[in-house]
């Protein structure tokens, strides 16, 4: 099947999947994005209201579909599935949010399509191997939004912290996105120095009580908005548009998404975030830049982390 122009699909019109299509909407990148959820009167009413908004933007077609939209679709981004309760973690969904996915990716797969999958729905690392395996597609066309937002939460705290714009900040979370995630500061650079060279010039703050205060912020940042307001969906909204732009206009950034590893970081068999190069077939190269023994050793229990979820679903 031929492949329409710029058109996305979105699957799950919750909170992250709506907020994401308002985004996206602004930035012209898409020419078509549809709409499906089990819940259609829910869809009919936010396709409604997205509509409406349409004279104030770039041209672009918002609208109801199915799954047989996918088989002429550049990307589906699948946000469906029930979200974290307060006090709940990401793991604890991993029952209830298997047979979602399970149940999409059989949709999906009747369809011959060549598009890229961006997993959002939690606890993504896992969600995205039970998604790959479901789709039997090659491992770089199914790929988690992953650590690219607790990257974002990263960037932003330490831009914060040392009055520099967040966009002179390049930093990674790698891992599971989740309580295991792990922050490289071996990779982290300040307006172009590595942070320890940039603190030892700095010497504005006791680094080494910083650094482990920025990291459990990021880390937790997702407990204290739930707790705060019931749900995360505005920065995942703007997390998935920056993924978006990558695919569609294949502009090959690196990015943190979650992929299958097989070998890389001598880890195997298990979906992670790691810096990879990402454009219109979706990951094009992994970046395996060597990490410290501290985050090695951090990055592999991660992923045993990872594991011990994927085995919770094993029949
Ligand atoms: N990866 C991330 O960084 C990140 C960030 C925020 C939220 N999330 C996750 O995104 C997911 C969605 O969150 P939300 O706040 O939008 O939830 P929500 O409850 O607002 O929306 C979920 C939607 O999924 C739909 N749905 C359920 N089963 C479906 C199916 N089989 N097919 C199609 N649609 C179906 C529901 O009808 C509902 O409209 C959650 O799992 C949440 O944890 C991930």
Not at 173 to 189: K, N, R
Not at 193 to 215: M, N, S, V, Y
Not at 292 to 305: I, M, Y
Request: aromatic share 6%.
């Amino acid at each position: 099947m031929q492949r329409r122009e710029r058109k996305v699909i979105v699957i799950g019109a919750g909170s992250v999947g709506t907020t994401y299509i308002y985004a996206l909407m602004h930035t012209g990148l898409a020419g078509e994005i549809v709409l499906i959820d089990t819940d259609r009167r829910r869809v009919e009413g936010e396709i409604m209201d997205l509509s409406h908004g349409l004279p104030f933007i770039p041209p672009v077609t918002v609208r109801a579909g199915d799954y047989s939209d996918c088989a002429d679709a550049n990307l589906i981004v699948v946000t469906a599935g029930a979200k974290q309760a307060s006090s709940q973690s990401r793991t604890e969904l991993i029952q209830s949010n298997a047979k979602i996915i399970s149940s999409i990716a059989e949709q999906i797969r009747k369809y011959d399509t060549d598009a890229v999958l961006v997993m959002v729905t939690n606890p993504v690392d896992a969600l995205t191997q039970l998604a790959l395996e479901r789709l039997g597609w090659p491992r770089q066309r199914v790929i988690g939004s992953g650590t690219v937002l607790d990257s974002a939460r990263f960037r932003y705290m330490l831009s914060q912290h040392c009055g520099i714009d967040a966009r002179n900040v390049h930093a990674y979370v790698l891992g599971e996105h989740g309580d295991s995630e792990v922050v490289a500061w071996s990779m982290t650079h300040i307006a172009g120095a590595p942070i320890g060279e940039r603190c030892a010039i700095c010497k504005r703050c006791d680094w080494t009580k910083e650094h482990k205060r920025i990291a459990d912020r990021v880390r937790d940042s997702a407990y204290h908005i739930i707790d705060y307001k019931g749900s995360t969906y505005y920065a995942i909204g703007l997390s998935l548009v920056r993924i978006s732009g990558t695919i569609l206009r294949n502009e090959h950034s690196v990015l943190t998404v979650s992929l299958l590893l097989q070998g890389e970081y001598n880890i195997e068999h298990v979906c992670l975030s790691v810096p990879c190069v990402v454009g219109d077939t979706g990951v094009e190269q992994i970046i395996t830049t060597p990490l410290s023994a501290g985050e090695q050793a951090a990055l592999k229990s991660s992923a045993q982390a990872i594991h011990r979820v994927l085995d919770s679903i094993k029949p």
